[in-house]
């Protein structure tokens, strides 16, 4: 993939110069150095991020979490980069790198092979694209660590349908769920009661209860439920 570093800062400066070309010109200059150092930064690589129109239905959105830009970390190419605004669309799998600047209608899609992990506030998504080849969906996975010797990674993707309304064409986003255990040095995939059984088959009687109870607990998605039922299992 050709990356457009480059030609993005080109098109960022002209950007903020047009926008900025009223104001005083000591804050302008100050600011304008402010971005050429910031844009100058490694992580500032990748292609133009064309941030579409969805005409959503119901508010839903493709991003996770929130539909805007958010605090983040993202490590590229063996180093931190903190205090960032970053936004995962999960509908197309890309990581997205807001510039820095009040110039929002722009983005920097990054390239997932330079990008080894990112937090979004205090969640951190890891790239397993590369840890091994029986993962049913590459690229980035939530990790949330259970215990010293349990993780759970999840891959969040979304799909989008069509509805027509008053001769309008809207879309409404659904959010599934693919999920990983790891066990020490071990990874097993978590689709359903069986496969955690064959990870944890001591815990069988606790996980039949949990199972049992699952309809009477109040968990919004599967995400929710498989968190609580590791963390009931005080492993």
């Known amino acids: ?85 970053i936004k995962y669309d999960l509908l197309r799998q890309v990581l997205v790198l807001s510039p820095p600047s009040s110039i929002k209608n722009i983005g920097i899609e990054l390239n997932q092979e330079n990008i080894k992990a990112f937090y979004i506030g205090s969640i951190k998504f890891v790239n397993l694209s590369n840890k ?45 769920y693919n999920f990983i255990l790891k066990k020490g040095g071990q990874y097993y995939t978590l689709n359903d009661k069986d496969d955690l059984l064959t990870a944890l088959p001591h815990k069988k009687d606790q996980i039949d209860k949990l199972y049992k109870n699952r309809s009477k607990a109040s968990h919004k998605n599967d995400l929710e439920f498989n968190l609580f039922l590791l963390k009931s299992l005080n492993l």
């Open 1 to 85: 993939m050709i990356l457009f570093k480059n030609y993005y800062v080109v098109i960022l400066l002209l950007l903020f110069t047009s926008h900025c070309f009223s104001q005083d010109s000591n804050d302008y200059y100050t600011t304008y150095d402010s971005i050429v150092n910031k844009v100058n930064l490694p992580v500032y690589n990748g292609i133009l991020y064309q941030d579409l129109d969805y005409h959503a239905k119901d508010s839903s959105h493709p991003y996770f979490n929130e539909n805007k830009y958010a605090e983040g970390s993202v490590y590229h190419i063996n180093q931190w980069y903190n205090d960032l605004e």
């Open 132 to 176: 091994f080849d029986s993962a049913k969906e590459k690229g980035y996975y939530r990790q949330d660590k259970i215990s010293n010797q349990i993780d759970l990674f999840t891959h969040i993707s979304k799909t989008s349908k069509e509805f027509i309304a008053s001769r309008n064409v809207e879309l409404k986003f659904y959010t599934s």
